[in-house]
């Protein structure tokens, strides 16, 4: 069971981690090595300073419930983090982590309704005239897809943990 607690906290800290890079970085859609759009802006790199020059992106409906669903997914996942934590010291023996385990299935179900968002309206949220083809999803896209499974799969062996000592 000890090894269960340890492989729990582990990997909460490291989806917790993926989930905030992933909201923070800069590379949802790579246009080409020199120009990327993420949540927040539209950076290219300028050869003559040799710096990336950002701007702010367009709003649009879908890109606000993206950033919305995103920043959900890493508050609901820090929140039950440290509602894990209370419950570790203060709740009683034979327990169970049923609230924990909750919050981890919203930040999955939040995170997953982000991803697919994006997924399906990266024409609008992107608001650009190029053609899709001639870019591509960059890895905090990835990193996020990536977190679902894994705030999902934590989630249910949070709701099967039982508090023994």
Excluded at 74 to 91: E, N
Excluded at 123 to 142: A, M, P, W
Aim: aromatic share 16%.
């Amino acid at each position: 069971m000890v090894f269960l607690l340890v492989f729990l906290i582990v990997l909460h800290l490291v989806t917790l981690a993926m989930l905030l890079i992933a909201t923070l970085e800069k590379s949802w859609w790579i246009w080409a090595d020199s120009e990327i759009s993420d949540l927040w802006t539209n950076c290219f790199y300028d050869n003559a300073t040799k710096t990336w020059l950002c701007a702010a992106t367009n709003e649009s409906d879908w890109l606000q419930s993206v950033q919305a669903l995103m920043v959900l997914a890493v508050v609901f996942s820090s929140i039950s983090f440290l509602v894990f934590l209370g419950q570790l010291f203060t709740m009683s023996r034979g327990g169970l982590f049923y609230f924990t385990g909750l919050c981890q299935a919203f930040a999955g179900f939040t995170d997953f309704a982000a991803c697919l968002i994006f997924t399906f309206h990266r024409k609008e949220i992107l608001n650009d005239t190029r053609d899709l083809s001639k870019g591509r999803f960059g890895y905090c896209f990835i990193l996020a897809w990536l977190c679902v499974p894994l705030l999902l799969v934590s989630s249910v062996l949070y709701v099967h943990l039982r508090k023994k000592q």
